[in-house]
C-alpha cells in the first residue's frame, strides 16, 4: 500500500478502496477503507508465550498479541507483504519474513 500503483495511463480513473475489517481504524492507509468483515478474535487470548513462530493476517491481531504478550517481540515473525507487513517491521523495528499466503509459510516450516 505504500506503493503507488501508476495506473493512470491503463485505468481512467484509478482511485482504490481498501477493503478490509472493524478493528483495523488504527491501522494507517493511504486508501479509503471500506469495512467489508468484522474481527473474531478468539476470548481469552491463547498463550503465545512459549510459541515461536507466527504468521500474521492484521496488524491489529498482531498488536493485541504483542501488548499481551510482549515476549513474543523477539520471535520468527511473518506476514504478506502488504501492510501488515510494513506494520509489524515498523512496531518490531527489523524486516521480517514475507510469504504469499498461510499456506506458504506453513509449508515452509513444516519441511
Request: charged share 25%.
Given at each position: 500500500e505504500d506503493e503507488h500503483p501508476s495506473l493512470e495511463h491503463i485505468l481512467p480513473n484509478p482511485d482504490f478502496i481498501k477493503l478490509t475489517h472493524d478493528r483495523s481504524k488504527e491501522i494507517e492507509s493511504?486508501?479509503?477503507?471500506?469495512?467489508?468483515?468484522?474481527?473474531?478474535l478468539e476470548e481469552p487470548l491463547p498463550?503465545?508465550?512459549?510459541?515461536?513462530h507466527f504468521f500474521w493476517m492484521s496488524a491489529y491481531q498482531f498488536d493485541l498479541a504483542l501488548e499481551h504478550f510482549p515476549e513474543i517481540a523477539d520471535?520468527?515473525?511473518?506476514?504478506?507483504?502488504g501492510?501488515?507487513?510494513?506494520?509489524?517491521?515498523?512496531r518490531l523495528n527489523r524486516k521480517i519474513d514475507?510469504?504469499?499466503?498461510?499456506?506458504e509459510w506453513l509449508e515452509?516450516?513444516?519441511?
Open positions: 493511504v486508501y479509503e477503507k471500506c469495512y467489508t468483515y468484522i474481527l473474531k498463550d503465545l508465550r512459549n510459541k515461536t520471535k520468527d515473525h511473518s506476514s504478506g507483504p501492510i501488515t507487513r510494513i506494520h509489524i517491521e515498523n514475507v510469504f504469499l499466503s498461510y499456506e515452509y516450516h513444516s519441511t
